[in-house]
């Protein structure tokens, strides 16, 4: 079983609708990023999260420590979006290294 | 925000050549950087880690010996992946973390999409 678990794989939505991506993680974290690779293969880091909550534009990432479970939501998705969605955790005890989900690819159709 | 440039950002060589990426922080000090590879439809795999001035510690199963790190500047680390052959063909990704940052947050460069023929 992995250490980190996303759900779901792929994802398509149509613009403008509200988007869910999950994670879950089975050892104890100190921290958990969410990223965004591009089609090109940039990453961009989009949040970094111990606890609580953290809004960007209409991007919203929670975590839950308790029930080591994190969500990254999209409100009024846009075909940009498109992108596979990372979740990455650093293990707790770690040398700050970061341990990946498989992503979430997401396509939003115009 | 902070930047992480990768040069070249793609490169097609001849299999037993040695191909050289660099990894730069453009706006902030490095302490440590990562470096990735991923192959297609895979997540990101850490291959080693290095620290401004001391060696690279590798992850299990990469040859130190043919993934050259070299972090010698707070804002440069340099991969060379050395007689290279087709099935080192994927994309190899930095990130850097520095000493002024929040501590766990890490800056991830563009990549570099490498292909051996």
């Known amino acids: 079983k992995n250490e980190v678990e996303q759900s779901p794989q792929n994802l398509t939505a149509q613009e403008g609708e509200f988007i869910t991506i999950n994670c879950s993680y089975s050892v104890g974290i100190s921290a958990l990023h969410w990223l965004q690779q591009h089609p090109g293969g940039g990453i961009v880091s989009l949040f970094m999260?111990?606890?609580g909550k953290k809004k960007h534009g209409r991007l919203i990432a929670t975590i839950n420590i308790q029930e080591k479970h994190s969500s990254l939501h999209i409100t009024a998705s846009h075909p940009r979006d498109s992108a596979v969605y990372i979740c990455a955790v650093i293990l707790s005890g770690s040398a700050r290294q970061l341990t990946f989900g498989s992503g979430t690819q997401l396509t939003v159709l115009p | 925000g902070a930047v992480v440039s990768q040069h070249p950002s793609w490169v097609i060589c001849k299999s037993g050549t040695s191909v050289k990426i660099e990894c730069r922080s453009l706006?902030?000090?490095?302490?440590?950087m990562f470096w990735y590879r991923q192959f297609p439809k895979q997540s990101l795999m850490l291959m080693a880690t290095s620290n401004e001035g001391s060696k690279a510690t590798y992850e299990q199963g990469v040859e130190k010996d043919k993934f050259l790190i070299n972090h010698a500047s707070l804002t440069l680390s340099t991969l060379t992946v050395t007689s290279a052959h087709p099935e080192d063909s994927s994309f190899y990704i930095c990130?850097?973390?520095?000493?002024?940052?929040?501590?766990?947050?890490?800056?991830f460069g563009p990549g570099t999409r490498l292909t051996v023929l």
């Open positions: 999260l111990s606890s």
């Open positions: 990130s850097a973390r520095g000493r002024d940052r929040v501590w766990n947050e890490q800056f």
């Open positions: 706006d902030f000090q490095a302490t440590t």
